[in-house]
T-cell receptor
Framework: DAKTTQPPSMDCAEGRAANLPCNHSTISGNEYVYWYRQIHSQGPQYIIHGLKNNETNEMASLIITEDRKSSTLILPHATLRDTAVYYCIVYNQGGKLIFGQGTELSVKP | DVKVTQSSRYLVKRTGEKVFLECVQDMDHENMFWYRQDPGLGLRLIYFSYDVKMKEKGDIPEGYSVSREKKERFSLILESASTNQTSMYLC?????????????FGEGSWLTVV
């Protein structure tokens, strides 16, 4: 099963870019990388996903390395409301959604 | 708007009770999932289903069972609730395949077993 590893916590200054890394060294060629975040223990909120190419939407950018063994989620201008736990997920062939431990991002004024 | 609805947001049950957690999605998705979330442990997969009447064990299936009689509904069953099953339970759904479809989560069900 493809698994992900993330740092347990990170800090970021308000207005600065937050770069959240994820390692998924056993990812298969047709598996996507998803990022979600969870605020106040509500249901996880979708942020972005990608396969090989870098992706950008209104919330964030996703950078995937050429060998696809790791990725970075970038929040370009972090705000206090971005304080949350961020999960990197790989969808695997067996149908499971395997979560990492998540990174607790604290955005500080 | 796409929606995954979990029937109960907060429940308190007694040890030994049979507990049903219901999840309904309105997106005609084949794949549905049940997770539990505990402090320091992240989200752990209990069971998933890729079609009606089909189910697969996740990483922590012990003490749980599931039912998928209709495509839109995936139920998690605690046959005899125990205090170590006190947790937040999350349901999710997504279409099948590898096309990178978005996964949708419910808001969670907080279960306390006393």
């Amino acid at each position: 099963d493809a698994k992900t590893t993330q740092p347990p916590s990170m800090d970021c200054a308000e207005g600065r870019a937050a770069n959240l890394p994820c390692n998924h060294s056993t990812i298969s060629g047709n598996e996507y990388v998803y990022w979600y975040r969870q605020i106040h223990s509500q249901g996880p909120q979708y942020i972005i996903h990608g396969l090989k190419n870098n992706e950008t939407n209104e919330m964030a950018s996703l950078i995937i390395t050429e060998d696809r063994k790791s990725s970075t989620l970038i929040l370009p201008h972090a705000t206090l409301r971005d304080t949350a736990v961020y999960y990197c997920i790989v969808y695997n062939q067996g149908g499971k959604l395997i979560f990492g431990q998540g990174t607790e991002l604290s955005v500080k004024p | 708007d796409v929606k995954v609805t979990q029937s109960s947001r907060y429940l308190v049950k007694r040890t030994g009770e049979k507990v049903f957690l219901e999840c309904v999605q309105d997106m005609d998705h084949e794949n549905m999932f049940w997770y539990r979330q505990d402090p320091g442990l992240g989200l752990r997969l209990i069971y998933f289903s890729y079609d009606v009447k089909m189910k697969e064990k996740g990483d922590i299936p012990e003490g749980y069972s599931v039912s998928r009689e209709k495509k839109e509904r995936f139920s998690l069953i605690l046959e005899s609730a125990s205090t170590n099953q006190t947790s937040m339970y999350l349901c999710a759904s997504r279409p099948p395949g590898f096309s990178g479809n978005t996964i949708y989560f419910g808001e969670g069900s907080w279960l306390t077993v006393v």
